[in-house]
């Protein structure tokens, strides 16, 4: 398997279309949940986002906001646009990769041909009634956005950052091991040795390439494991163990270090919010 089908399939994701056909007028987009890819097949179309990014398109195009972004779609009174818009989630604990990718990602359709032939299977999909309408819509816009990481791959795009180190062979390794089994007695030199890298080199490569100590993001990765496991009303002794911690105080001293507070406040205030 190629290096970036098995990034892909460490990255929890999904698509959902939200709107196909002409837009006119106005269109605020505000939900700070997901990352949002749109699809231009005809007409014009200004993007405005709240991070200052501002295009403006008038041919076949493709437009991806990872991050959790508000922003605007318009269209001039006398005009309108042709396209297909879609939600995209990440699941809990993928906010160091959404990160990682630039804040807005613009592709000319003219340019990227790859990327246009998915976007016109999409177009054909979205403006005809057929049966599993969409569930193609959606799978559609899951390989357009794979086609994305290709590109900020290939390109370079991405030089710090969790993707960083999923898309480095050895490195990656390490990721899914972690990921699979945070409760292990990981310390560097096992973490190292997975890594097939020495000690001392392992640790300079994953600072530089992922920003943070390989305990740092261990610590990380258990943390979230740990809320997953609280929401799901496991009591904390459990969730401890199940995340590497050898007690209850062990996870609630680090938890309380990383938020601030304990892990029974934490769930307290998830549950009313």
């Not at 990718?101 to 403006?127: K, V």
């Not at 960083?164 to 390794?173: D, E, F, I, R």
Request: some cysteine; glycine content about 6%.
């Amino acid at each position: 398997m190629d290096q970036l089908s098995e990034t892909a399939g460490l990255i929890d994701f999904n698509t959902e279309v939200f709107f196909s056909g002409q837009l006119c007028g106005l269109q605020s987009i505000g939900d700070n949940s997901c990352g949002h890819l749109h699809v231009l097949k005809s007409g014009t179309l200004n993007i405005v986002t709240e991070d200052g990014h501002k295009i403006f398109l008038d041919r076949p195009s493709v437009i991806f906001i990872p991050s959790k972004s508000n922003h605007r779609l318009s269209v001039g009174d006398s005009e309108n646009a042709e396209l297909v818009c879609a939600k995209i989630h990440f699941g809990q604990g993928q906010e160091k990769f959404v990160n990682s990718l630039p804040r807005f990602i613009y592709f000319d359709g003219a340019s990227h041909q790859h990327l246009q032939r998915a976007a016109n299977w999409l177009f054909e999909e979205a403006f005809q009634e057929t049966p599993g309408k969409q569930m193609m819509l959606d799978k559609l816009s899951d390989i357009i956005f794979i086609q994305i990481l290709r590109h900020v791959t290939e390109k370079g795009l991405v030089v710090h950052g969790i993707l960083s180190a999923l898309v480095h062979p050895q490195l990656s390794k390490l990721i899914a091991a972690i990921q699979k089994a945070p409760s292990d007695s990981w310390n560097l030199d096992s973490m190292a040795a997975t890594a097939s890298m020495s000690r001392s080199k392992f640790a300079t490569l994953f600072k530089d390439t992922v920003g943070k100590t390989p305990n740092e993001y261990l610590t990380e990765i258990r943390l979230v494991k740990a809320q997953e496991l609280l929401i799901n009303n496991k009591p904390v002794s459990l969730v401890a163990h199940e995340v590497g911690y050898e007690h209850a105080s062990a996870l609630s001293r680090v938890f309380r270090k990383r938020y601030g507070i304990s892990p029974k406040e934490w769930l307290k205030e998830k549950l009313s919010a």
